[in-house]
């Protein structure tokens, strides 16, 4: 086996894709981002908490949106996974915090994912508001929340680590326009 070299490894075309993805993510997406934030302002204005779920690396974008809305002062969580036979009980979580008018976010680059479409369909039943990150055409995410900022669609094959970068981004810019909206600075 030949030994591997810093060009061996590197594909220089990796960055370029990964910056052009985001770009063009958001040049589509830059309205239907802000009317989600606008969404979430309006929940939290309202005394309601922003609740946000996912598995895996989903799960640390789920992490980082309450992080950086707690550090700004404003209301929310991310449910941990507590892991049962079948799969971490999310919907149990939610049901045990959510109150009226909170909002959920889902995160699933799939889309499918049963835990997060049971909690979503919870979260609906119940009258909350649900935005959604997803990717490849956002699977049955996208057919429960119509309004799923969805990374790539149906005829794409995005690699989970782009849907992901293009996630956290959104993560960062989501709240940053929900922060700007709840404290009148927009």
């Known amino acids: ?21 985001k770009r063009d993510f958001f040049a589509q997406h830059g309205p239907a981002v802000a009317t989600q ?32 809305l707690i550090s700004k ?3 929310a969580v991310s449910l941990p996974a507590l892991f049962r036979p079948e799969g971490p009980a999310f919907s149990s979580l939610y049901t045990s915090l ?6 959920a976010l889902a995160i699933s680059t799939s889309g499918n994912s049963p835990n997060i479409i049971e ?6 039943r ?33 690699a989970v680590a782009r849907i992901q970068e293009v996630h956290l981004m959104l993560v960062h810019e989501l709240c940053s326009q929900t922060v700007a909206l709840v404290k009148n600075e927009r």
């Open 126 to 158: 119940s009258g909350d508001y649900v935005i959604a990150f997803t990717g490849n055409g956002g699977g049955r995410l996208r057919g429960l929340v119509p309004s799923a900022l969805c990374v790539g669609d149906a005829n794409t094959s995005h």
């Open 98 to 103: 959510r109150a009226k008018g909170d909002c």
């Open 119 to 124: 909690t979503v369909e919870l979260a609906q």
């Open 73 to 75: 002062g404003l209301p």
């Open 1 to 21: 086996m030949p030994p591997l070299t810093p060009r061996a490894i590197h594909n220089p075309n990796s960055l370029a894709d990964s910056l052009q993805l």
């Open 37 to 68: 934030a606008l969404v979430l302002a309006a929940a939290l204005k309202r005394g309601g908490k922003l609740i946000a779920f996912g598995n895996g690396g989903s799960a640390a974008d789920a992490q980082r949106t309450a992080d950086y």
